[in-house]
């Protein structure tokens, strides 16, 4: 039987403070700032969550991403389950592994051989560490605005995004890497410009440095892969989970060959490569690959952006297929900017006292997974339209 409860929100948060620090597991999951109790969440079907009190909502936190084809699924949940049955961890070798490292290495062009680990973080940790272990350096280069877990990065220079001239001066042949979002969502959803993701291969290149696109929201978001090809590593997580804790890293062979235990940088995990978490990445990527699943993730995406973005005064809305971010203050966004909270505390809460859950902060992404319906997406839409056009 499952846990079941009959507090309410305000308690179970209350209580959870007092042994948890802030009653959450991460931040941003407090909801700070924006006038509520955060929701506890008791289950989640397709695109809707219920809260312990019986709530609904539709969801566009989608688990910060990780739920591209929405909650539980039923081949991800059977998939999953069949797994949990057969054993959930071994620390030994599994054949899913080497299953779901091939279907990536395949999808995605550049990619030549991946590490599982548990989470985006470990996965960027442990890009860094690899490419200081690979070049004998240690400066790294980062952008203000982006997000990269929060282990500790040593030494960092933090740079602007998608400014070329700010990078170039910079660069210098102490450089040991070089890590950005090749599409940004921690500062709201800001695409790289073309020309800045095509400046950094061509610098790091020059100066022997290694270029690492951190796609733990962008890979297998917006198209089949990623932008790899032109990284020299890249960092996976959230989809390649399939919604259990798994994330990875990978790229050139003549890098990744540098690991242990063919190489000398060490790294490792208890839990790295899951197999349920395998299964379930698995799962979710085969569900991915059919034909025409990006475009009619578009489609969906564009029922609230298209009409949304129209509407917009004071800010403006900015997306990549399968996610966007509505920005209240610029007009447009390029790198990270100061944004309006009260506006966007107002807007949060108008969305939430309607049953509609957008991610509770104005940095964030909020994402479209295929379980969205059009009924719901529609309301989405007429609700926002609503807030901005009163
Ligand atoms: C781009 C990016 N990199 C790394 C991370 C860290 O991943 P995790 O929260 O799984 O540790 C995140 C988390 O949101 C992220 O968005």
Known sequence: MPSETCLSAKEIFEKSQEVIPGGVNSPVRACCGLGITPPIIARGEGDTITDVEGNTFIDYCMSWGALLHGHAHPEIVSRAQAQVAR???????TAIEEKLARKMVEEVAGLEQVRFVSSGTEATMSAIRLARGHTGRS????????????????????LPYNDVEAFRSAMSDEVAGVIVEPIAGNMGVVPGAQEFLEVLREETKRVGAVLIFDEVISGFRSQFGASQEVADLSCFGKIVGGGFPAAAFGGKREIMQKLAPVGKVFQAGTLSGNPVAMEAGLAALELASLPGFYEELKRKGEIITKPVREAMRGGCLQEAVGMFTLFFGPEKVERFEKLDHERFGEYFRFMWERGIYVSPSPYEASFISMAHTDAHLEKTRDTMLEFLCG
Do not use: Q, R, V, W
């Open 87 to 93: 054993g959930s961890t071994f620390g030994i070798p």
């Open 139 to 158: 400066l790294f280069i980062k952008f203000e605005g982006n997000y990269h877990g929060h282990a500790d990065m040593g030494e960092t220079i933090t």
